[in-house]
């Protein structure tokens, strides 16, 4: 059974920066999802453990940086410049498998608890 779970979560102030961590267990695809009230779950980042190839989505394309450290077995969404639209729940999740859409939340398997993010203005 793959472990995982989020930590790092807070609140921020508009232009601030947070970095949320993820501990697991084993993945080959790990991925960072969000959701906000009243809104569905979106792909955020993913990371595929072989080599560290990254995919974001648009809207943080520039500003969230997904790394890993596979020494640890953890892997790291550092967001910098947060809008108020940053606000969310966040989520890791993992799969053993080879992914076509990592952005994907039907893709994973194994989901964290979540860790709330909350930027004001």
């Known amino acids: 059974q793959v472990q995982l779970g989020e930590s790092g979560g807070g609140s921020v102030q508009v232009g601030g920066s947070l970095t949320l961590s993820c501990a697991v267990s084993e993945y080959t695809y790990l991925g960072w999802f969000r959701q906000a009230p009243g809104m569905e779950r979106e792909g955020v980042a993913s990371i595929y453990v072989t080599d560290g190839y990254t995919e974001y989505a648009d809207f943080v394309k520039g500003r969230f940086i997904i790394s890993q450290d596979t020494s640890r077995r953890t892997v790291t969404l550092q967001m910098n410049n947060l809008k108020p639209e940053d606000t969310a729940m966040y989520y890791c999740?993992?799969?053993?498998?080879?992914?076509?859409?990592?952005?994907?939340?039907?893709?994973?398997?194994?989901w964290g608890q979540g860790t709330q993010v909350t930027v004001s203005s």
């Open positions: 999740a993992t799969s053993r498998f080879l992914l076509n859409r990592p952005l994907r939340a039907g893709e994973y398997t194994y």
